[in-house]
């Protein structure tokens, strides 16, 4: 918990250092893993159709937020809400006592970033990737019907190739929901976004849990529905 005035500029020299940390540690999951079960028998198209429908268009969403790099944590608050169909989306990130961070908006090819603290208006690359990882938290979780499909005896995997690389859907569980999205550029992994705890918003499915891994920029943002 920080305190407004006397602690902003430490708190601004955190936020300094969290955006200039670089390194790869370990990281853990404080969510609970979905139980593998067999996918034999499951259609694909069925799969992929009904976990399309169960997705809201739309969605406001709270989270409390953990940004993690090596040797340094940081958590805060955030809203995100988008249009699916859009392809727009606004997230803005806060402290605990109410100290705004920075607020996007963007759409499926820009970002605008209304406000930002200045460590990260000094380094715009660093907002451009917030930006692109919460594209990939909340946007594109259903693949095409012209995705490839790979078995395997626990997971249903669907595969699409773009121009930017390879996206992998896994889907398993139960209630047969994306578990894990990978994205690929060759051999080398991108980002990964795992979903956890699903459960029922306004009818519609909601993980409770988010943890994306950028491997490129090398940190870690958890979600924690709220």
């Known amino acids: 918990m920080f305190m407004i005035g006397c602690c902003k500029a430490r708190w ?12 790869t540690g370990c990281r853990t ?75 996007m908006q963007g759409d499926g090819e820009s970002v605008q970033a209304r406000f930002t603290i200045p460590e990260m208006a000094a380094r715009p690359e660093m907002g451009e990737a917030i930006a692109e990882d919460a594209r990939r938290m909340f946007f594109n979780l259903a693949p095409s019907a012209n995705a490839r499909v790979r078995r395997r005896r626990q997971k249903l995997v669907f595969v699409e190739e773009a121009a930017s690389g390879r996206v992998e859907y896994d889907f398993g569980g139960d209630d047969r929901v994306l578990l894990e999205k990978r994205y690929r550029r060759g051999w080398r992994k991108r980002a990964t976004v795992r979903y956890f705890e699903y459960g029922e918003d306004d009818g519609f499915l909601r993980p409770r849990g988010i943890v994306l891994r950028n491997h490129e920029r090398k940190y870690q943002l958890v979600f924690r529905a709220l």
Do not use: N
């Open 12 to 23: 601004q020299g955190w936020i300094g250092a969290l955006l200039l940390a670089a390194l």
């Open 29 to 103: 999951v404080p969510f609970d893993e979905t139980p593998r079960v067999s996918t034999r028998a499951w259609d694909a198209e069925t799969v992929r159709a009904e976990f399309a429908d169960r997705l809201p268009p739309r969605f406001e969403w709270r989270h409390a937020m953990t940004f993690e790099f090596p040797f340094f944590k940081m958590s805060a608050l955030g809203i995100a809400a988008g249009d699916r169909v859009a392809q727009t989306f606004t997230l803005v990130c806060f402290t605990h006592t109410g100290v705004t961070l920075f607020e």
